[in-house]
């Protein structure tokens, strides 16, 4: 018996690319992130869904209500566990400014290693991430989950299932409204698909 999670990165926003938003802000979808919220709800229609859990962010509450408006799988539940990384200090910070931080040039060579200031490591979110996972997989075999939650904690979660280095996760692209889909069971996880975008 096998548990199917659709991991989804929220959709866009006006920071995006501009600010490390992290935990800062209410940060709402801008006009490009709700199409793109619609279109995963459509994509995602099909993979009859038995629940979906949604980041306490606003951005990942806005993309998971639009998939849940057209998916036959109850509300939206909302899990700390698939939150946005704690980045500390960093939060709201502009990547111009971070890119003159020798931590922040740390971090993003040696996650395995480092830790933003007053904020939480790597190996901490893939803790959370991997114990929400495994809670699923106990509740509900044979079932298509959807989480819906930011880049990084989907790079914990599939480092980790892919059993690779914490210090490779710029070795792979996790977009905004895309799905990544991962497969587990009491043999281990197994990515499936990796990164699918709609547009």
């Given at each position: 018996m096998t548990t199917t999670?659709?991991?989804?990165?929220?959709a866009a926003h006006d920071d995006l690319g501009r600010l490390l938003t992290g935990r800062a802000g209410d940060i709402a979808l801008n006009a490009t992130g709700r199409q793109q919220a619609q279109k995963l709800g459509v994509r995602l229609q099909r993979?009859?869904?038995?629940?979906?859990?949604?980041?306490?962010?606003?951005?990942?509450?806005e993309t998971a209500a639009e998939i849940a408006s057209v998916c036959d799988c109850g509300p939206v539940e909302t899990?700390?566990?698939?939150?946005?990384?704690?980045?500390?200090?960093w939060a709201g910070e502009s990547f111009d400014t971070l890119a003159g931080d020798p931590d922040w040039q740390k971090w993003?060579?040696?996650?395995?290693?480092?830790?933003?200031?007053?904020?939480?490591?790597?190996?901490?979110?893939?803790?959370?991430?991997?114990?929400?996972?495994?809670a699923q997989i106990a509740a509900r075999k044979d079932q298509t989950v959807a989480l819906v939650s930011h880049a990084d904690v989907i790079k914990a979660?599939?480092?980790d299932a892919m059993d690779i280095h914490i210090?490779?996760?710029?070795?792979?692209d996790i977009a905004p409204?895309?799905?990544?889909?991962?497969?587990a069971g009491d043999?281990?996880?197994?990515i499936f698909t990796l990164n699918e975008t709609l547009e």
């Open positions: 999670f659709l991991l989804v990165r929220h993979e009859k869904l038995s629940a979906i859990y949604s980041s306490p962010q606003r951005r990942a509450q899990s700390a566990d698939i939150d946005e990384i704690d980045f500390g200090s993003n060579s040696l996650r395995s290693e480092t830790c933003p200031p007053n904020g939480e490591s790597m190996q901490d979110v893939q803790r959370r991430v991997k114990a929400f996972l495994e979660a599939v480092i210090d490779d996760w710029s070795a792979f409204a895309s799905i990544t889909s991962l497969v043999w281990g996880a197994r």
